[in-house]
């Protein structure tokens, strides 16, 4: 139900944006947000961003990434910039409610030379 897009290979130091939106409505949403899992790791929170607009981030991509979007709207975005290789993982959207916790079927990031 949760769309996400934008993956791909970027060269370390470059940039690169995903996008997520629902084909369907979800209504009641309280937080949307980007998960990753790498190679041999488990998956672990990027960004979130709350139905009020706050965004918290993982300690290791503070400063780099930049979620925003829209809980009513469905919609989440997550700009990041000054990637490094140990950001390769596939990123999945995901979007809460009070009773159930929706997923994207991910997209790839490579980050190397």
């Given at each position: 139900?949760?769309?996400?897009?934008?993956?791909?290979?970027?060269?370390?130091?470059?940039?690169?944006?995903?996008?997520?939106?629902?084909?369907?409505?979800i209504?009641?949403?309280?937080?949307?947000?980007?998960?990753?899992?790498?190679?041999?790791?488990?998956?672990?929170l990027?960004?979130?961003?709350?139905?009020g607009?706050?965004?918290?981030?993982?300690?290791?991509?503070?400063?780099?990434?930049?979620?925003?979007?829209?809980?009513?709207?469905?919609?989440?975005?997550?700009?990041?910039?000054?990637?490094?290789?140990?950001?390769?993982?596939?990123?999945?959207?995901?979007?809460?409610?009070?009773?159930?916790?929706?997923?994207?079927?991910?997209?790839?990031?490579?980050?190397?030379?």
């Open positions: 139900q949760l769309q996400a897009s934008g993956g791909g290979l970027v060269q370390p130091g470059g940039s690169l944006g995903l996008s997520c939106a629902t084909s369907r409505r209504f009641g949403v309280n937080v949307m947000g980007w998960y990753r899992q790498g190679p041999g790791k488990q998956r672990e990027v960004a979130a961003i709350t139905s607009g706050r965004a918290n981030y993982a300690d290791s991509v503070k400063g780099r990434f930049t979620i925003s979007g829209s809980t009513s709207a469905n919609t989440v975005y997550l700009q990041m910039n000054s990637l490094k290789p140990e950001d390769t993982a596939v990123y999945y959207c995901n979007a809460m409610t009070s009773l159930q916790n929706y997923w994207g079927q991910g997209t790839l990031v490579t980050v190397s030379s």
